[in-house]
């Protein structure tokens, strides 16, 4: 009983009627008009009413003609401002898709994606870090100062790497590479942690040089390998993948 309820509501809401036409007071006036022409003798009252009728006629049309206009103006409109809003939210969806919400850097599965590109295309020195004692940070003051301090640290790769590198949480020559380490590690060392922290934090590193064609994992696990040492020589310091190891 349900389904044929559902079915016989269904069949009333589909109609195989022809849509209204809005201008058939127009086409009958017009047919009129022609009858009289089409008459061999009429006199002058029976032109002026008929051209009367059709003036009222044309009237009301370019009324409809004006309203069907405006109401496509303000579709027009509203579809752009819809596109843009859409574009806009394509923006933002393909930002936080790619984007660390913290730090504003590059996600894990982004970096990935940028650094093997690079490597299958042009090869790339890879710089590693990670920051000395952090869990001793989270337990002492909390994972909010913890966040705090990852920002500090962003801040100061953004100020050496700059537009010329990316960074990601998870560039050429290996003198370069180890150049730009160091200079990071040095700027962080100088950074001094505001409250409830309140001192130096340090990092250490692992750079990796890798030709042309080498895999991510590859060159990940290179520099990876460094940083093991640099944490095992005393942290703070730059350690480069020996070629082999």
Sequence with gaps: MVLEMAASVASRGVSSEPAPDLFTSEAEALEQVRSILALPEADA??????????????????????????????????MNA?????????????????????????????????????LLSTGAVLIVLDIDHFKHVNDEFGHPAGDAVIQGIVACLRRIVGDDGAIGRVAGQLDEGLRMAEAIRQAIADHVFGHPVNRTITASFGVSANPQGTGFDTAYGLADSALYHAKRAGRNRVEVAEEGE
């Design 45 to 78: 009252q029976v032109y002026r009413q008929s051209l009367s009728g059709l003036a009222t006629h044309y009237e009301r049309l370019m009324r409809e003609t004006r309203r069907l206009i405006g109401r496509s103006d303000r579709a027009e409109r509203e």
């Design 82 to 118: 819809l596109n843009a809003q859409l574009q806009t939210l394509a923006r933002q969806l393909e930002y936080r898709a790619t984007h660390d919400a913290l730090t504003g850097v590059l996600n894990r599965g982004a970096i990935i994606d940028m650094t093997a590109h690079a």
